[in-house]
């Protein structure tokens, strides 16, 4: 398990009861072991942070990006983050809101096709590849 601050937790649940609806979409389709058989957590207190989805299993932190990410400081803090999530040996993706709702099926082939590489096993219910990788509309963090 990794290290989170457990007076994080009330504010993790606030979060889950307060998904956004592409967070909501997502979850929708991670829950209940749907990508190769590994457990994902929604809302999860990671470090000092709360990162929308969490993959032990293969050391894997998804996040979804609403508008207020996109300007510079806004990126400049979710730099910093990814890095010290990095510090820990996690590895962060991230989408946008976007992304997420009309392209789900692209999504869910990027998170299996990274996490094929670190932990997810293969199986019947993991999607296709997705092209999101070679079009260069993922931020992918290491």
Same mark, same amino acid.
């Given at each position: 398990?990794?290290?989170? %601050?457990?007076?994080? $937790?009330?504010?993790?649940?606030?979060? %889950? &009861? &307060?998904?956004?609806?592409?967070?909501?979409?997502?979850?929708? %389709?991670l829950?209940?072991?749907? +990508?190769?058989?590994?457990?994902?957590?929604?809302? $999860?207190?990671? @470090?000092?942070?709360?990162?929308?989805?969490?993959?032990?299993?293969? $050391?894997?932190?998804?996040?979804?990006?609403?508008?207020?990410?996109? *300007? *510079?400081?806004?990126?400049? $803090? *979710?730099?910093?983050?990814? &890095?010290?999530?990095?510090?820990?040996?996690?590895?962060?993706?991230?989408?946008?809101?976007?992304?997420?709702?009309?392209?789900?099926?692209?999504?869910l082939?990027?998170?299996?096709?990274w996490?094929?590489?670190?932990? +997810? =096993?293969?199986? =019947? %219910?993991?999607?296709?590849?997705? =092209?999101?990788?070679?079009?260069?509309?993922l931020? @992918?963090?290491?």
């Open positions: 398990m990794q290290p989170y %601050r457990k007076d994080l $937790k009330p504010y993790a649940r606030n979060l %889950r &009861a &307060a998904m956004t609806e592409a967070e909501q979409h997502l979850w929708r %389709r829950r209940g072991k749907q +990508i190769g058989g590994v457990q994902f957590y929604r809302q $999860k207190p990671l @470090l000092s942070f709360i990162v929308d989805f969490y993959c032990p299993a293969a $050391k894997l932190v998804i996040e979804v990006d609403g508008s207020q990410h996109f *300007d *510079d400081a806004a990126k400049t $803090k *979710d730099g910093e983050r990814d &890095a010290q999530l990095a510090s820990i040996g996690l590895h962060v993706l991230r989408f946008d809101d976007r992304q997420v709702l009309q392209e789900t099926e692209n999504v082939g990027v998170i299996f096709e996490g094929g590489e670190t932990g +997810i =096993p293969p199986g =019947p %219910r993991n999607p296709p590849s997705a =092209p999101l990788l070679q079009r260069g509309e931020r @992918l963090c290491a």
